[in-house]
């Protein structure tokens, strides 16, 4: 009996391992990207797998109440519900979310039955957070996903962080970033808040919010007029330079749109260009607004100019969310995208696809998204391990659309969402099943199972082809089966094995054959776009008209370091939640004293879309006429802002016009 | 000499995994973490003091000094609370048991292993400074060249 | 047993052996009521009481003790009986002569004291940037 | 407020302010004796091998000490008048705060005492004794004023020099 187990943290994109012991967990300290260190959500890991309230019966609605029914028969009722919808109304009428929590094989093979049951709507809450990433660096790179290692920072002589709260979000990151400090390195970090982040910086610039573009192109302005751009760089790498136009972007003029002081902005610059080793580090700062895909552009834009990228050291790294974001966005689990990032708009590269799945057709152009399900005339809806209700503001408000047609939902634990649904499945939590998960840094790593899971919870992917098998399709129940077909359709994966990623550390894509390293540092040579270039793209600022005479305040949103998401899992762990029990509203000490808020007082934040409730909490720390409200709580969601980008479909939750006024 | 938890405030993050840790392998947290002015994160813990108050007024011997450590014996312990009252650092709690930092027993404590930031080192005081006095001079000796 | 009201500092050590022995707290004062009771436990009670506050001895009747809690100089909390910190001070002070000014703080305070001081240079340098 | 200050470029690492420092702390203030004490060090002349130099570190007597912050005993005091940071010895508790804190890395531990030990800038002294034994005259002790005084002038006399060349 092998005494402990090593697994991968279910909580953020990381991918810290650490072992399962029978009773309890321990460090692993020869992890290469956490080095046995662990942060509080990973070290209250194990209360989510250990808890009362897992669902462990399948479960039908019947009336008013929920009956404990046999797999048998759930699986049964989800084929017949998926028929009818198909048989009545097309497959229009039907659609899946897959999960950013789950492995690569659950979300391949989900993703799959979607589209071989002729849609494409799919999605996963990647649309959420990274989808202008994903839009923006396919585009101009070639590969949609970070470019360097996490570990890597520490090489680096300049780190960018670019809306990210990174010490609290993904604090094993800090790790890296403090040993480039110690190595000499100067950290930027640009953020309208004074986080733990920003303490870490040389220079922080507190910067109006939606500010980025003309920052960064206030930036390639001073970098050009230096001199410090990297000439060789941009001829032999690089096209669409000569139309990349910033000379209105003086530091002068950016001064007066981004609030920060000129010198400041040229400091940057040239602290970024002159570095032998420059780093970007974005997250949701900068891709939830309705320009985010133009601000990941942007900000590759700098890179490129400057030559920073495609070395050691030297790149973008985009910090996703959950432990398997990239690698359900790297299997298609998205209404834009099928499996190797194939666009749903190209005949020819799904033809692979078709041939090697031996179907038929397979649908063409842009499925529906989360946001769109609520309105659309949808039959049937299968949810994976998402609590959209909770994580989704468009669903959140218009929760009651869902329920038109049949709804399942497989989960650990009864979310809200899984409140709204006919069926409800009990899944196997991560340590409870196998197969990879891929960090935000491209690491694919196995997880083995640990764990018997709770009464009759089963792995989603038995779930899966339990219903497949009902459909008259036959999909792999073993998640080395399915990692085998995944070598096949995505070519990034296809040396990847059980053995290679279940190594200590595991396997860093692309890995091409199964001999093959691994690649940290991409586009050392050659960009993955056709042309083997980097694509220079011109964005411009647009001015961010969200304040009004009755919303005369900004709404910021983000995440805390004791809680993670829509809460489902850190809400039922103890000792997270009696360190930070309630929603928060942070704001300025002279707002508050205009306002009337003290302290403490029990506010009502109120945007165009709704209001809320939360605790003022005033901190000079937090941004004039701004305020924050962490998003893991309810309240958050229901006042966060509709707009949409519409190149990627990412809602605009960072910011929303808003006011404040003391009152329960 | 032994080595002790030493903490550099400027890299702590203040995510508090030190506090969590120590609670999931004691029961209760014996670090706790607080910000101060939102600009900066503290742990605290026992310092192992050398010359400890907290042995100076233990009558029943249950917290004695053993080496550089303060060692605390349970079965010795009469719950009577004056610990608390002599310690310095407010380190020392009282719930049914007294709760204090034990350096986890033998090999790296839990808060040290699991702190992402490196804020926390057991190290010994002399290999402590020693690298505050080169990162000193490295830093002098830099700007001269 | 028999306790000496003029020794007996209101720490809670007695109260931790012995079942017959209890400890209320309220705002200001700390009481503890001595009921009469088993006497095999006097012994034990004896080598527990830091201040030599108990000796043998029959008692017939309960006997309650009123102590002063002390607050706490910077919230006000009451922390400890004033007889406690007496005790406290006394004891270290002869093996060291120490300034004790931790002394009138609550360990909740002293923590907080503690973090402040050592968050100075960091917030130094971070509330200029 | 009188001050030491080091001037690095002209340490060459001969240690006698370590020396010095040993003898004037010893009982019997002289080499012998202080070597047989086994005296403990209060400044060091640390070697950066990247840059090839010696630099010595010792106590700065910071304003507004963190040592003196964090000292929760009082055993650690900044005299007002003269910026010197003092430590009482009888009063440490040993539970090196100070030296965690400490940017230099100069408060050290009194091996016997178990309590800490840093420079007291030798009060029965004029001038400390690092400083009088400093053959390259690298610690120079004197009010800051007069010390940037001096090195204005060394820099006036070098750019006096190189204009008087060009001519």
């Known amino acids: 009996m092998i005494s402990r187990i090593p697994t991968v943290c279910p909580y953020c994109a990381v991918g810290c391992g650490f072992y399962l012991t029978r009773s309890g967990m321990e460090y692993m300290q020869d992890h290469p990207v956490n080095e046995g260190s662990l942060c509080p959500k990973g070290n209250a890991a194990l209360d989510v797998l250990n808890h009362v309230e897992r669902l462990r019966y399948p479960m039908m609605r019947v009336g008013g109440d929920w009956i404990r029914v046999s797999w048998g028969e759930a699986l049964d009722r989800i084929a017949e519900e998926m028929d009818r919808a198909l048989r009545e109304r097309g497959p229009k009428s039907i659609a899946f979310l897959g999960s950013a929590k789950c492995t690569n094989e659950e979300n391949y093979l989900f993703q799959k039955l979607a589209r071989l049951m002729g849609t494409n709507s799919i999605d996963n809450s990647a649309r959420r957070c990274h989808s202008p990433t994903i839009i923006a660096l396919r585009r101009i790179l070639g590969t949609p996903a970070m470019t360097n290692p996490i570990t890597d920072l520490a090489l680096s002589d300049c780190i960018l962080v670019f809306g990210s709260n990174l010490a609290e979000n993904h604090p094993v990151v800090a790790r890296w970033i403090l040993r480039a400090k110690d190595r000499g390195a100067a950290v930027i970090v640009a953020d309208p808040r004074v986080t733990p982040t920003a303490w870490l910086a040389d220079l922080h610039l507190q910067l109006n919010p939606g500010t980025d573009i003309a920052l960064i192109n206030g930036m390639i302005n001073v970098i050009l007029r230096e001199g410090l751009e990297s000439r060789s760089f941009i001829k032999d790498r690089t096209k669409g330079f000569e139309e990349l136009d910033v000379s209105d972007y003086t530091p002068e003029r950016v001064s007066s749109i981004t609030g920060l002081s000129a010198g400041d902005i040229v400091r940057a610059a040239r602290l970024y260009a002159r570095a032998r080793a420059s780093a970007i580090v974005y997250c949701m700062g900068i891709t939830q607004h309705s320009c985010g895909t133009d601000n990941v552009t942007a900000c590759a834009n700098l890179a490129l100019v400057c030559g920073q990228i495609g070395r050691p050291g030297s790149g973008i790294l985009p910090l996703r969310g959950q432990n398997n974001v990239q690698g359900a966005c790297d299997m298609g689990a998205l209404a834009d995208f099928y499996p190797g990032w194939r666009s749903v708009d190209d005949p020819m590269a799904i033809d692979e696809l078709r041939r090697l799945w031996n179907a038929g057709t397979l649908p063409l152009g842009r499925g529906l998204t989360a946001d769109m399900m609520p309105d659309a005339d949808l039959r049937f809806l299968h949810v994976m391990g998402e609590d959209i209700v909770n994580s989704d503001p468009t669903v959140s408000r218009r929760r009651e659309k869902l329920r038109r047609g049949f709804m399942v939902v497989q989960d650990i634990f009864m979310t809200d969402t899984a409140k709204l649904a006919d069926l409800v499945l009990p899944a196997a939590a991560w340590a409870e099943k196998e197969g990879t998960f891929t960090s935000t840094e491209r690491r694919v790593q196995w997880i083995s199972r640990a764990r018997e899971p709770p009464g009759e919870a089963r792995p989603d992917l038995w779930i899966l082809a339990e219903v497949a098998a009902r459909l008259g399709f036959e999909l792999p129940s073993d998640p080395e089966e399915a990692l085998a077909e995944i070598n096949q359709a995505v070519p990034a994966y296809r040396g990847i094995s059980r053995s290679n990623a279940g190594a200590r550390g595991g396997i860093i894509w692309p890995c091409p054959h199964p001999d093959h390293p691994g690649t940290p540092v991409l586009h050392t040579e050659r960009f993955s776009t056709p042309e083997g270039r980097a694509r220079i793209t011109p964005v411009h600022h647009t001015p961010l008209e969200r304040g009004s005479p009755e919303h005369p305040m900004i709404l910021l949103t983000g995440r805390v370091v004791l809680h993670y998401n829509s809460g489902s899992m850190t809400m039922r762990s103890e000792g997270l939640v009696k360190r930070d029990p309630e929603s928060h509203v942070d704001v300025h000490p002279e707002d508050a004293e205009q306002l009337g808020v003290a302290d403490g007082d029990a506010v009502v934040v109120e945007t165009e879309w709704g209001r809320a409730r939360a605790r003022a909490r005033v901190t000079p720390r937090q941004k004039r006429g701004t305020l924050f409200m962490p998003f893991h709580f309810p309240e958050t969601n229901m006042i966060a802002s509709e707009l949409l980008d519409r190149k990627s479909l990412m809602p605009e939750l960072k910011v929303a016009a808003c006011r404040i006024w003391r009152g329960e | 000499m032994m080595a002790k938890i030493y903490l550099d405030p400027e890299r702590c993050i203040g995510c508090r995994a030190c506090e969590l840790a120590c609670e999931r392998e004691h029961g209760h947290p014996r670090i706790s973490v607080g910000t101060v002015s939102d600009l900066a994160a503290v742990p605290l813990y026992c310092h192992q003091c050398d010359v400890a108050p907290c042995v100076a007024i233990c009558y029943t011997g249950s917290l004695r000094q053993d080496g550089d450590m303060v060692k605390f014996d349970s079965d010795l312990c009469t719950l009577c609370g004056l610990c608390l009252v002599a310690c310095p650092f407010g380190a020392i709690e009282l719930d049914s048991k007294i709760q204090r930092c034990d350096l986890c027993g033998s090999g790296t404590p839990v808060c040290v292993m699991t702190c992402p930031a490196e804020a926390l080192v057991l190290e010994d005081l002399d290999t402590v400074t020693r690298s505050t006095r080169g990162r000193a001079a490295g830093l002098l000796a830099a700007r001269l060249r | 047993m028999k306790i000496d009201e003029k020794v007996c500092i209101g720490c809670r050590a007695c109260s931790a052996i012995s079942s017959s022995i209890s400890i209320s707290e309220e705002s200001d004062v700390r009481s503890i009521t001595f009921h009469p009771h088993d006497e095999s436990m006097t012994d034990s009670l004896i080598e527990a009481c830091p201040a030599g506050a108990i000796s043998s001895g029959l008692t017939a009747e309960s006997i309650t003790l009123i102590f002063r809690m002390k607050r706490c100089s910077v919230c006000g909390e009451p922390f400890a009986t004033e007889r406690e910190i007496e005790h406290v001070a006394a004891r270290i002070s002869q093996m060291q002569d120490f300034q004790k000014r931790w002394l009138d703080l609550c360990p909740e305070c002293r923590r907080d004291g503690q973090r402040r001081s050592h968050a100075v240079p960091c917030i130094r340098i971070r509330g200029r940037r | ?167």
């Open chain 4, 1 to 167: 407020m009188r001050e030491i200050l080091v001037r690095p470029e002209r340490c060459m690492g001969c240690r006698s302010c370590e020396i010095a420092c040993a003898v004037e702390h010893s009982r019997s203030r002289d080499l012998f004796g202080a070597l047989s004490e086994m005296p403990q060090r209060r400044l060091y002349v640390e070697h950066v091998p990247e840059y090839s130099l010696a630099v010595p570190i010792l106590c700065r007597h910071c304003e507004d000490a963190p040592c003196v912050a964090v000292c929760p005993t009082g055993a650690l005091t900044q005299d007002a008048l003269t910026g010197v940071v003092r430590h009482n010895r009888d009063i440490c508790i040993g539970c090196w705060t100070c030296a965690s804190v400490c940017t230099y890395g100069v408060i050290g531990r009194d091996r016997r005492a178990r309590v800490a030990i840093k420079c007291d800038r030798c009060p029965d002294l004029d001038v400390p004794a690092c400083v009088n034994a400093c053959p390259t005259r690298a610690l120079i002790y004197g009010e800051v004023e007069e010390l940037s005084e001096a090195r204005r002038a060394a820099s006036a006399l070098k750019l006096a020099r190189g204009v008087a060349a060009s001519r």
